[in-house]
């Protein structure tokens, strides 16, 4: 064997053992804020037509890794990169359109032009420090605009149903301490949602104004695979 092929051989044997190791998950849902049904992907899908889900999701689940999902079958046409979290409405550009989904491993860039929201974000306030009884708490719903009246403190991730708390359909301002949230109208994250990162929103928007019913922490960091828009 020349040193020339050892070289290739050996270089394409180290491709091999530095090749990371993907174990992602994407869920595709039928219908918008994950009703209908769904479809479950774990490994590269090419073409969704031999699935029955070809051209069919508007909505997306991104449970663990970075996906990117196409326009068009072999990862063609139109794609844009999502990161982990909840995407509860897509664009025109991919509504009924994805026709195939590949895990693509680490940070993926923000994609140019799109950034699919859940449901709607709240603007990006300053962050805020300590929770009024000085325990850790994720969030901090208040009575009141402005922070005014009783509080409702989170010390946990997940809140299916604040109808059992006294809070149910109170909360006219928020503060987040740690980590990004959504918070829905309905109990078990139904409804309409928005996601919130850590600071103050001394007044909720209309479609949440004293309509929280549930809410969970989503990520440590920014969940979504494009810049933020943060309309309304």
């Known amino acids: 064997m020349n040193r020339s092929s050892f070289q290739i051989i050996m270089g394409a044997a180290m491709a091999l053992i530095t090749l990371p190791v993907l174990a992602g998950e994407v869920i595709l849902f039928e219908r918008p804020d ?12 090419p073409d969704l037509d031999r699935t029955d889900f070809n051209d069919r999701a508007e909505s997306i689940v991104v ?13 063609r046409g139109y794609c844009v990169r999502l990161q982990p979290g909840e995407y509860g409405r897509l664009g025109s550009e991919l509504n009924n359109r994805i026709s195939s989904a590949r895990e693509v491993g680490g940070y993926a860039p923000p994609p140019t032009g799109y950034a699919p929201p859940p449901a709607g974000y709240a603007p990006p306030p300053p962050p805020v420090a300590n929770a009024p009884s000085g325990r850790p708490a994720g969030a ?5 605009p402005g922070f005014r009246g009783r509080s ?5 991730p997940v809140v299916r149903d604040l109808d059992r708390t006294g809070f149910n ?6 503060r987040v301490y740690s980590g990004y949230w959504i918070f829905c109208s309905d109990a078990n994250f139904e409804g309409d949602c928005r996601t919130f990162g850590p600071g103050e929103y001394p007044q909720l928007p209309g479609d949440l104004n004293r309509r929280i ?9 920014y969940p979504y695979g494009g810049p933020p828009n943060w309309g309304g």
Do not use: K, P, T
């Not at 994950?34 to 899908?45: E, P």
């Not at 449970?63 to 990862?75: H, I, K, S």
């Not at 901090?140 to 009141?144: K, P, S």
């Not at 359909?169 to 928020?174: K, N």
């Open 34 to 45: 994950f009703q209908g049904r769904r479809m479950v992907i774990r490994d590269n899908m």
């Open 140 to 144: 901090v719903l208040y009575e009141g």
């Open 213 to 221: 019913s549930s809410g969970r922490r989503i990520s440590d960091r």
């Open 63 to 75: 449970r663990d890794g970075v996906w990117e999902v196409c326009a068009d079958a072999r990862f």
């Open 169 to 174: 359909d109170r909360a006219s301002s928020l």
């Open 152 to 156: 409702f403190e989170i010390d946990r």
